[in-house]
């Protein structure tokens, strides 16, 4: 087939287009609700903390940005996914005849709060924010407004001017949505995208919600005279993470062959149902290389309740693995973020890990508890069984974070009844509760153990 020269180049322009259509409707579409508030007062909806300052909540309508200092700060009680939507409303809104100072913001999002005026652009911190202001307008009676988005400091901060030859209606309700994933960030106004930033290496999930003027204490201010309302936060309907970990046990350790010993290899079964309730979970069968099950928790903060349980196989090699798949790498269906992680063991003290972890809901998150104290939360709970090689401190059967006379009665009295195989008392993992248990127990009460939970 041959064509002429005008009609290849409209067939190539026809090509770029439907590309770039392709390209710019690339964004996942999130609908599963995780955070909605009408705006319409202070009162928290889902457990966050509301702080008006210079604003005005108008009944049926919403929060009226009323001067220049006017911010309505939301605190959420969780971090957000590093995918998702944002949507909200604004009426009475014009950054024509309401465009009073250079750079005036309506709307931002960003990881941590900062008062030291611009030091949160030097730091880890992820935002994006809508900004208006005299600068946005190609002339008298229109104006628009820039998109700013920084996934990790100002360094990689991009912008786009978006609408500078618009003019508004006061007596429009105006619908914006951003997108924001771990590749670009986009802006929309009444469903036409208008701008597609790039927004890679965000390490920070969102947390603060500014509406009105911004983050910075001598920062910038608010355009006065909008109304928000209907805010609404979006993330991915089938959301995962996933995490490969390896822990010691104490009690199991073996230094002559460097690995944990088996309470199949002393001739007892383990359990095909895994003894923690708050992750039931039967397997059709157990392998031989596979120490005890395992409690697997991520939590947001070092102090607050978990989100998301798994019971899981603990390897002779130190390794969890999760018996639905047998693979070492585990998944929860939550919201990527960043979590601390929890070991738990029915007679070993719980472990805590010493940061957070990054789950981006791609890649594997990894933390090895094995390789030092530095890894214990607050420097406790564990101990060094060999040379370089740490373990979770055994002698608490009773779960309750200590090692200490409760546990002595729960082996006490497994010893007296002459318990054997899979029980809490056998701390050293040969099948019977003897006077070898009572030494591990002795030794860590005589150190006043402790879990590394606070």
């Known amino acids: 087939m041959i064509f002429h020269a005008t009609g290849q180049k409209s067939a190539v322009l026809m090509l770029f287009s439907l590309l770039a259509a392709a390209l710019a409707n690339a964004q996942p579409v999130h609908t599963r609700l995780i955070y909605s508030h009408s705006l319409l007062n202070a ?35 969780y971090t957000l996914p590093f995918e998702g939507t944002a949507i909200f409303n604004v009426t009475n809104f014009d950054p024509v005849s309401q465009n009073i100072s250079t750079k005036q913001h309506i709307f931002n999002l960003y990881s941590r709060i900062y008062y030291n005026n611009k030091d949160v652009f ?50 429009r309700t105006y619908e914006f949505k951003i997108i924001w994933t771990r590749t670009y960030a986009y802006c929309y106004l009444d469903g036409v995208l208008l701008s597609r930033l790039a927004f890679s290496g965000q390490v920070e999930p969102f947390k603060y919600i500014l509406i009105g003027r911004d983050n910075l204490y001598y920062g910038y201010t608010a355009q006065p005279g909008v109304i928000f309302s209907n805010l609404r936060i979006y993330g991915r309907q089938n959301p ?30 383990l359990p095909l149902q895994s003894p923690y309730a708050q992750a039931p979970h039967t397997a059709a069968s157990i392998p031989a290389n596979i120490v005890d099950w395992v409690l697997l928790s991520v939590r947001p903060s070092a102090t607050s309740a978990a989100v998301a349980w798994r019971s899981l196989w603990l390897r002779q090699d130190g390794r969890l693995i999760d018996p639905q798949s047998g693979s070492e790498t585990c998944t929860w269906p939550i919201d990527s973020g960043r979590f601390y992680v929890v070991l738990q063991h029915r007679n070993h003290l719980a472990a805590l890990s010493s940061d957070t972890l990054l789950f981006d809901g791609i890649n594997p998150s990894t933390w090895d508890f094995t390789t030092g104290l530095d890894k214990f939360y607050n420097s406790r709970g564990a101990l060094q069984v060999e040379t370089g090689v740490w373990a979770l401190q055994v002698g608490d059967p009773n779960g309750d974070g200590y090692v200490n006379n409760g546990d002595f009665t729960i082996w006490q009295t497994a010893c007296r009844s002459g318990q054997s195989g899979y029980c809490t008392g056998d701390l050293d993992f040969d099948g019977h509760c003897i006077v070898r248990d009572y030494v591990l127990w002795y030794n860590n009460a005589f150190l006043a153990a402790r879990s590394s939970l606070p």
């Open 43 to 77: 009162t928290p909806t889902a457990g966050e903390s509301i702080v008006n300052l210079d604003g005005t909540f108008i009944a049926g309508k919403g929060w009226k940005s009323t001067i220049g200092n006017s911010q309505l700060t939301i605190t959420l009680p």
């Open 122 to 171: 030097y730091t880890d911190a992820s935002w994006w924010n809508i900004r208006t202001g005299t600068e946005y307008s190609t002339g008298p009676g229109v104006a628009g407004f820039k998109f700013l988005a920084a996934p990790r400091g100002v360094g990689v901060r991009k912008e786009q001017r978006c609408l500078e030859s618009n003019t508004w209606d006061l007596n």
């Open 240 to 269: 995962v993470i996933h995490f490969t970990g390896k822990a010691n046990l104490q009690g199991a350790y073996q230094t002559s062959t460097h690995t944990m010993r088996t309470l199949q290899s002393a001739g007892y079964a």
